[in-house]
């Protein structure tokens, strides 16, 4: 153990974690986590307890969609999941068939009414990926030999700058079976 | 003995504040113009400020003190990856142009880590051309204590460090800031800003000391006299870049490329001198500059001396 008083650190660690999530727009998402570090060792470990995405969702349920000439317009109902919507669409159909016309409006070249109403959006990829970018927007730079502990309700990742310990993976598996079967903060 | 001040005020009549500069023996340094503002940084003979300022106050202006004025300074991070940049290292480097300085942001090629981090000779060879240079460092005691602190450790430039945790004393630099640490947003609330004004006043103290051994042995001529004789050289009035010469304590750097320009550069006449002979002109580590160090005023009257026996 580190001998000297690292408290300042553990501090701003935190501080700077929560402004993260906060800037991703992912606080509610993230029920609790806990950051530990051992700058003697040196490892420096991270764990989140994931909350619950929105579940999958179609897009006839969150849009009206209407035949147009040559394609189908899109009425998006619930604003919320328009960049989600509109990312998705240009991922599949590419950005020149696919047009946003007014804030609620789209339309979408050369795709029928059938494809378009059974897509589906799944935010749990995203919420994941928008967490692994906190951490990694947090993690100390030098410490890229990694290990991760990932599952539905918990996400742990312990870095080093040599070799992994097998000792501090033991400590990781314990904060993460702790982190998984904690209730939000 | 030289002092720096601002002018800031209106462009109407500035030429009246010119030939006043002039009259008393001093140097425009640098003006910037926006639109019918104007900031001129002059350099004028301590004992003339009072005739300086009953002309600022005819002119409807104002001066305003820049002790770090003339000097160029190097804000040094581990990194430029986002875990240093842009906060807080920009906003000491922004802190410190704010007093006069001119800064260099700077991130280590290989600084990262704990027992990885390490600085090259090249850049340690860079850090020495300015006037003095602030580490930027993290939050963990032990990793600065430990490892961090070899990163300045043979560095001549003198070094202010800043880093998270209260540390009472660090080796290998003149002074130490604590209490910033890693940042994700701008350092603008108030203990944030009193810990930006500790950094500069930690650096205005270190280019006290370094002025003050300076005039010990006083400089052959003031850089901003040089830099008045160089700006006339032809590849410098056709440079694009912002700050084509830039003063330091002991000289200057001039960004024009030394191979092609070191013989012009060196036939520059000072007070009845070459350039080359009283000061030593060198290739800058920073692609296409050139660095020349003021020799003292008795290195040059040795010099002369010399030349006149033999």
Known sequence: MTQTDERFAYENFEWIFRQILQDLGITR???AFRIMADP????FLISIRLGRARSAVKVSDMAQLNPHTGGTAITITDEGWAPALLNKLWQRYGRDRVEQLTRFEMLVRGVGMDELSSLELDPGEELKSKI?????????EGFTV????????AMTIIGTEHDMDPRWIEIAKAVHKEMSVKEAE | MYEVLMYDGGVYRVNELYELVEDVGGFVIQKTQIQVQILVTMAIPEEERPAIEAKTREL???IVNVPLAGTEIAVVAPTLGRHHMPHPTCDIAEQLRRLGAITVVMGLARGKGRRTSQISADEKAIIEEYDAAVFVLGNFKDCILEHKVRLFEDIETPVVAVCGPQIGSLPHCEAIVCGVGRKVERMRREEEIARLEDVSVAIEKVIKDKRRVLEEDPLFVH???VKDRIAELEPVQRSLRPAPIVLHLDGLRVKIPYREWKDQIAAVEVYGHRLGDIAQISDSRLGGSTLIKIKTRSEVEDHDRRKRSG
């Open chain 1, 40 to 43: 003697a060792a040196p490892y």
């Open chain 2, 60 to 62: 409807g202006g104002k």
């Open chain 1, 29 to 31: 998402s993230v029920l």
């Open chain 2, 223 to 225: 850089p901003a006299e």
């Open chain 1, 132 to 140: 692994l970018d906190a951490v990694w927007r947090v993690f100390p």
């Open chain 1, 146 to 153: 990694r290990y991760n502990i990932v599952d539905d309700r």
